[in-house]
């Protein structure tokens, strides 16, 4: 009798959870009051600036937090007894960053993706509150955020909406209370599998269409599943047992009710529009497209439709499907009236997300406000909680990140982030808030950062036979920033076919007659920034294999010379120009002897046109536990014992090459004449003829490079990636060796290290003594270098250092630092004129000079897309 009566209360819930309800309203993932939450009381007092999102800016105002509650903003407030106090000199509060699209806090759980369907499962079973991807989002001024099941089927699981309360043991803490109940849909590549499924091992649906029909059979199978129930609950004497219970098909009736709200992963505008049109087939609504990235092809009927759209601020070319992806993406919607937001989908973003929401205001003029509101109310309005979090209002809960500066200052870093009035990340406590001890960073007094002008510089200043008399385009009005000297106010840049033959005051110069005059007053002239480690040109999309050349087989290639990989129209190169990047290095990518970098200009039609120096630098991975290494430390060790017999064969050769090899012998690629063409490529990297990039990111491989370095104490050695190379910075600076830094804009992986040791790396190194540039690493987005200085100088790094470690320190790396890097009289005329500094994420770049030819900047996919689609109805 104990077992039928429990069969029976089950029955009862399941009929009453399946009778079509008259509700207005969704369920909810857990009832608000069902957990204890910690509310804080505290004064934020004399805030410089509180931007509320609601469209004031109010100045010199305080904050009053009572039990997790804002109670009042203003000049003249009330302090509750027992208050927390923070003096807000110098800091400006913006509401609490709410990230519409992550998977930060899952157990190792994103996808379950055995099956197509999997709506049954729960992202609130999955969830770890002690993982330390939760502080790294507080440390991005992050309160909020929608925890996604992953991509791997049409209808995959249920989400959950966290607030980030780091400290806490029970994961039902991080849950915020009376969010709506939803679930993850998702479509194209990651759905299909054609990316990650061996094709025997491929399950239904494997194309674009097939998704559409499964749809269709799951909604029709959702439809009878409520029909068999709902003939059951209205004559239950005409049924003596029950249907049978469904728990994956309860969640889609659920769905088809509107009771659970549908948030589907998307990226190309034709599966936009079919799951809308399947949709309204059934009665429902898609609430929300995330990542969404072709949804400015088709702003209207998002609009149309009512569904918001949470999309990427900038990234692209990652796998074919976002090949169309463009930063003015957001600002198109928004402009279609689509209720917009910025995501980060997963922890890699969110320690920067303040970043974000500048990249509207730069691709698409949307105003600050709205960009402000697309990481914040707008998100709330998204996820249906902004009347309790989005914006900073009297009533609202107390979910506030505090910035040193002003948020659209590419400078302003997250100094604390407060969630129900407590402060869960200070970066002046980092170990009190964070509950851990933390390895101390060291106190840094820069070295003077502007030596004395160079002779090139001088000249230009006016002295005989500098005065531009052969130039034929003058650049007249501007700001001139030099790098390799003061700036010069209301100045003068003159070309002479592909060189500068005169910078210097308005006052010192002669234009000739014939030379073509541009007005730039009002505006500032930069020498174009570069890249040291990019596969521009050698990358066009990163799952397509086809459109690679950046790996060759073997695991020592040096004979490999990457400016013939270079593919001069790829879309990558006319992209990243358009931020002022105006040349890069490329490199392989793949063994532990990846080949011979090229430094490419970007402009010309041929791999030669582009060629600056060939063979500029070997870039070499330096044997580290990472990969089949990490699994097998053996290998490590003889990946270096392989690398040091090579370096040491090659020593010899240089010594006393010998050419006895047969030429008639099959070249199989272990031959001998691979081995003579692998030492003959060696030989300038071991006698100090060519730099050579060793990639290494940890202390322990830093110092075993040194080891290395000090059997081969001829070869010029240039540190990459370096994470960990503020640990060694006296070492690398007694070694003269210059370190291109490629982790300013990715997260601290250390966890005994503070949070901001990435950040920090660059200006540590530089109080050291050690020369620095900055790398990205990348192929589609290197247009953000800047933004890699800008975070350093955010920590520390002196803004005119982060400045001349994306120019002239570069060029001077790669022993070019007479060709080019600084605006000085004899160089390259590669130059960018913009309305501001270029490390502002805001800032516009409006010309482009490469080796003397104006280039466009407007002549590119992205711009080519925006144009196409921004005013289409």
């Known amino acids: 009798m104990k077992k039928l009566g429990m069969f029976i209360s089950v029955v009862a819930l399941v009929a009453g959870l399946l009778v079509s309800p008259a509700r207005a309203q969704w369920d909810v993932q857990i009832e608000r009051g069902a957990i204890d939450v910690l509310r804080g009381t505290l004064v934020i007092q004399n805030l410089d600036a509180v931007w509320t999102a609601t469209g004031e800016v109010l100045e010199n105002v305080s904050i009053v937090v009572r039990d997790g509650i804002i109670r009042e903003i203003g000049t003249d407030v009330s302090i509750p007894r027992n208050a927390e106090l923070i003096d807000g000199t110098g800091l400006t509060a913006i509401p609490g960053i ?30 770890d509150p002690t993982s330390y991807d939760i502080y790294r989002a507080l440390s991005g001024g992050v309160t909020t955020s929608l925890i996604m099941h992953g991509s791997a089927n049409p209808i995959g699981g249920q989400t959950a909406v966290i607030k980030m309360r780091w400290g806490m043991d029970d994961p039902e803490q991080l849950l915020f209370e009376g969010a709506p109940l939803m679930i993850k849909f998702a479509l194209g590549e990651n759905v299909t599998g054609k990316n990650w499924s061996p094709e025997g091992r491929a399950r239904f649906p494997r194309s674009r269409a097939g998704v559409e029909s499964f749809y269709d059979q799951v909604f029709t199978a959702a439809s009878e599943y409520k029909q068999a129930w709902d003939e059951y609950n209205a004559n239950r004497r005409a049924y003596p047992v029950p249907p049978r219970r469904d728990l994956r098909l309860e969640t889609v009736v659920g769905v088809l009710e509107g009771r ?82 910025l995501n980060s989908d ?75 009035g407590i402060v869960y990340f200070d970066l002046s406590r980092e170990a009190e808030t964070r509950g851990a001890p933390i390895r101390a960073l060291p106190e840094v007094s820069p ?204 020593v010899a050769y240089a010594a006393a090459p010998s050419h006895n090899d047969d030429p008639t012998a099959p070249f199989d690629g272990n031959d001998r004449m691979r081995e003579r063409a692998m030492l003959e490529a060696m030989v300038p990297a071991v006698t100090g003829q060519m730099p050579v990039f060793f990639a290494a990111a940890s202390e322990r491989n830093i110092k075993t490079l040194f080891l290395f370095l000090d059997k081969f104490p001829e070869v010029d050695a240039v540190l990459g990636g370096a994470d960990q190379a503020y640990r060694v910075a006296d070492e690398l600076a007694e070694r003269g060796i210059p370190v291109i830094i490629g982790s300013a804009l990715s997260r601290t992986n250390d966890r005994a290290d503070p949070v901001s040791a990435n950040y920090a790396n660059a200006g540590i190194l530089h109080a050291a003594g050690v020369k620095i540039a900055f790398g990205t690493g990348d192929y589609a987005n290197v247009r953000n270098l800047p933004y890699h200085a800008a975070k350093a100088v955010a920590f520390g790094l002196p803004q005119e250092v982060g400045l001349r470690a994306v120019t002239l320190n570069t060029a001077e790396i790669l022993g070019l630092g007479s060709e080019m890097g600084s605006i000085e009289v004899g160089k390259r005329a590669d130059l960018i004129v913009t309305d501001g500094d270029p490390l502002q994420i805001v800032t516009n770049v409006e010309r482009a000079f490469i080796n003397g030819v104006e280039v466009s900047l407007t002549d590119n996919k992205h711009t080519r897309l925006y144009e196409q689609f921004k005013d289409r109805h």
């Not at 990230?99 to 999955?126: F, K, L, Q, Y």
């Not at 209207?300 to 990652?318: I, K, N, Q, R, V």
């Not at 390799?484 to 000739?512: F, H, K, Q």
Request: charged share 20%.
């Open 98 to 127: 709410i990230d519409e699209h992550a998977h930060t806090a899952m157990d190792r759980a994103t996808n379950e993706g055995t099956t197509p369907v999997s709506a049954e499962v729960r992202v609130i079973d999955a969830l």
């Open 260 to 341: 659970i709200l549908v948030r589907c992963h998307s990226y190309r505008s034709d599966e936009i529009v079919m799951l809308m049109r399947v949709a309204e087939r059934y009665g429902f609504r898609i609430d929300n497209f995330t990542h969404v990235l072709e949804g400015y092809k088709v702003a209207d009927e998002l609009a149309e439709h009512g569904a918001s759209a949470g999309t990427f601020s900038d990234w692209w070319a990652y796998k074919l499907e976002a090949y169309d992806a463009i930063p003015h993406n957001a600002a198109i919607m928004h402009e279609h009236g689509v209720l917009t937001m």
């Open 346 to 420: 997963g922890p890699g973003i969110q320690p920067f997300m303040v970043y974000e929401f500048n990249k509207p205001v730069k691709y698409g003029g949307v105003s600050r406000e709205e960009a402000l509101r697309m990481l914040t109310l707008y998100a709330a309005q998204s996820l249906h909680i902004d009347d309790r979090v989005g914006s900073l209002e009297v009533g609202k809960e107390a979910d506030i990140a505090l910035l040193n500066g002003d948020p659209f200052n590419t400078y302003s870093r997250v100094e604390k982030t407060i969630i129900d």
């Open 447 to 650: 070295p003077p950062v502007t030596a004395a002008p160079t002779t090139a510089m001088a000249a230009s200043a006016g002295t005989a036979g500098s005065n531009g008399s052969e130039a034929t385009l003058a650049l007249v009005g501007a700001t001139v920033h030099p790098v390799s000297g003061p700036e010069i106010a209301d100045a003068v840049v003159m070309l002479a076919d592909d060189r500068i033959s005169y910078v210097g005051p308005r006052a010192g110069a002669d234009i000739p007659a014939g030379a073509e005059v541009i007005n730039v007053a009002g505006k500032h002239i930069y020498p174009g920034m570069i890249d040291p480690m990019t596969q521009v040109g050698m990358i066009e999309v990163g799952q397509v294999a086809a459109s690679r050349d950046d790996q060759e087989t073997g695991r020592y290639n040096p004979h490999v010379n990457a400016l013939w990989g270079v593919h001069p129209h790829s879309a990558e190169v006319n992209v990243t120009r358009a931020n002022g990047i105006t040349a890069v290095v490329s490199a392989p990518g793949s063994g532990v002897i990846w080949g011979a970098a090229a430094v490419i200009q970007l402009s010309g039609d041929t791999p030669e046109r582009m060629a600056i120096a060939e063979r500029a630098a070997m870039v070499i991975d330096f044997p580290s536990p990472s990969g089949k290494a990490w699994e097998d430390p053996k290998l490590e060790g003889e990946r270096l014992e392989e690398l040091i017999d090579l370096f040491e064969r090659a």
